[in-house]
């Protein structure tokens, strides 16, 4: 299947063949949701997605892996030594390092701007050195970086119907919706990391503090917050949706697809009784099907 995307995307030179097989093997691995909505795409698109996948998955999986010998310090100078070269090398044109080629390829033929990237970067650091966030717009200052940077990355390769910065708000919303979807699944797991992704204001208005999370029981207080964060977040979805129709035929499907997988995740969480403090909820694999297998019916109409 990966040399069939290759070929159907022109790629045809070995060592960029092999970095963005690398950046989809990493896609295959990590990110089930998005690489099962990536198979909607055609294929000539879907290398270039999962490049952008991998660079983004490569830097947060130094941020938090656990097992690494690394201090959060040292974390922080090798994104900094990592990114200065990654944005050095799209300047220049090209890049040796085995995943980062087939980014800075991605980047040059699509156009991306480089301050999305620098801006994603900032986020991974600010991770090993913020571990709350006191107000929902302080929230929002770290997912510009690490969420909403990702949807207006996609923009180009999606290939809108209308003028780019058009579509962009549209993005930036959806993948602030992807992001907030992944906090509410992850409450208790980002705690045993040392982290509350949860506004501060909200948890002090619901009588919630971190001591109350890490006892592991979802008791009134607790349920009533993730059902705020729940409603809030359905309506970025709520916002983000219109901008699914401007986007080309052929990458709809994708997007309405991963739209629904994710938002699937805060029905989840309900389900379980919002019990996401001593385990991790998710899209069950029927549901999973039942949501992709109309799509990719639709999208090979599409292709057609």
Not at 218 to 229: F, N, S
């Amino acid at each position: 299947m990966s040399a069939r995307e290759l070929d159907a995307a022109g790629i045809e030179d070995p060592a960029l063949r092999r970095s963005y097989e690398a950046c989809r093997r990493l896609n295959a691995r990590h990110g089930r949701t998005y690489y099962l909505a990536t198979l909607l795409l055609p294929p000539a698109k879907r290398p270039y997605v999962h490049a952008l996948y991998g660079f983004a998955r490569y830097a947060d999986e130094i941020v938090d892996d656990l097992d690494s010998t690394l201090a959060d310090e040292q974390k922080a100078d090798w994104l900094v030594g990592w990114g200065s070269r990654f944005l050095a090398e799209v300047r220049a044109g090209g890049s040796d390092h085995a995943l980062s080629r087939a980014v800075v390829d991605t980047v040059r033929r699509w156009d991306i701007p480089l301050g999305l990237f620098e801006d994603f970067l900032a986020s991974m650091r600010m991770d090993l050195a913020v571990t709350d966030y006191p107000t929902y717009d302080d929230l929002m200052k770290y997912v510009w970086g690490s969420a909403a940077v990702i949807g207006l990355q996609m923009v180009p390769v999606l290939e809108p119907l209308v003028p780019r910065e058009l579509a962009e708000p549209y993005a930036a919303d959806l993948g602030v919706a992807f992001q907030l979807s992944n906090f509410i699944r992850d409450v208790g797991e980002d705690l045993r990391r040392g982290r509350v992704y949860l506004p501060g204001e909200d948890l002090e208005h619901f009588g919630v503090d971190r001591e109350r999370l890490a006892r592991g029981v979802v008791d009134g207080p607790v349920r009533r917050l993730l059902a705020y964060e729940i409603a809030r977040t359905r309506e970025l979805y709520r916002a983000a949706e219109p901008g699914i129709r401007l986007l080309h035929p052929t990458s709809r499907d994708c997007i309405r697809t991963a739209f629904r997988l994710y938002g699937g995740i805060l029905d989840e969480v309900e389900r379980a009784d919002y019990r996401v403090l001593d385990r991790r909820v998710s899209v069950r694999p029927r549901r999973r099907l039942m949501v992709a297998v109309p799509g990719l019916i639709r999208a090979y109409a599409a292709r057609r």
